[in-house]
């Protein structure tokens, strides 16, 4: 998708991948990824989720990463938070506390700007991605990550009925894209509430995505 897709749902709304609430499977699962306290993870594509807040209350030090101006001046409304800004690079980069997200293009984002994450959560970022894409993007965030362990959620459904995004995701899918450097756990597959779209019913997955050289 282009950036063009993406700035047009955040202005005319159409945001229904937006939770308004944490989701069940990150709350459920989180200790798979063994954190101590104050942890970094990296959270990309992050839209203005809920998820942020409640990794905050767990203690973690959050960095994101979202093309949406939109987006990020909202999540720092919702969170009560007056964020200090500046720009580095190609971003405008929204700090206060213990959170951080960059605002621009995750392709363009490096490890000298986000520095070492002790994990990843990615929650409808891989979705997010047509096929075309997907190859770039696992390969960018197996770069950021550095072998650090990712929880990832999304939507496994049938393709046929809806176009994407969301795109449905797979055990074979991530084996495909993440295989050669890790070792890929389903933890959870659960029903969805909502179709797709309304239309598609949906399963929502989580999965571990751990360093095959541990
Ligand atoms: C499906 S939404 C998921 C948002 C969030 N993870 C959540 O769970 O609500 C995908 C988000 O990725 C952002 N996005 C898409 N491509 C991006 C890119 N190349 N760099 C940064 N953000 C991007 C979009 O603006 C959108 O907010």
């Not at 942890?39 to 203690?59: E, M, N, R, S, Y």
Request: glycine share 4%; charged share 25%.
């Amino acid at each position: 998708m282009k950036a063009s897709f993406w700035f047009d749902k955040w202005q005319s709304r159409e945001i229904a991948f937006h939770e308004g609430k944490v989701n069940q499977l990150l709350e459920k699962h989180v200790n798979e990824l063994k954190l101590r306290p104050h942890a970094h993870i990296f959270v990309p594509l992050c839209g203005k989720t809920k998820d942020i807040a409640w990794l905050l209350k767990q203690g973690l030090h959050v960095t994101g990463a979202e093309l949406s101006k939109t987006a990020i001046d909202e999540l720092f409304d919702e969170l009560e938070m007056t964020p200090k800004i500046e720009k580095i690079d190609k971003f405008e980069v929204y700090k206060s506390r213990h959170l951080t997200v960059f605002v621009g293009d995750f392709f363009e984002l490096t490890t000298s700007h986000i520095q070492a994450v002790d994990a990843v959560y990615d929650r409808a970022a891989f979705i997010a991605m047509p096929r075309t894409m997907l190859q770039d993007y696992s390969c960018k965030l197996i770069e950021l990550a550095n072998n650090a362990p990712q929880l990832l959620i999304g939507y496994t459904y049938d393709q046929n009925l809806v176009a994407g995004p969301p795109f449905s995701v797979s055990q074979t899918k991530l084996v495909h894209y993440y295989g050669q450097e890790y070792k890929i756990n389903q933890l959870e597959i659960i029903d969805s509430e909502d179709n797709i779209k309304g239309v598609a019913p949906a399963q929502e997955g989580c999965w571990l995505l751990y360093s095959s050289v541990d």
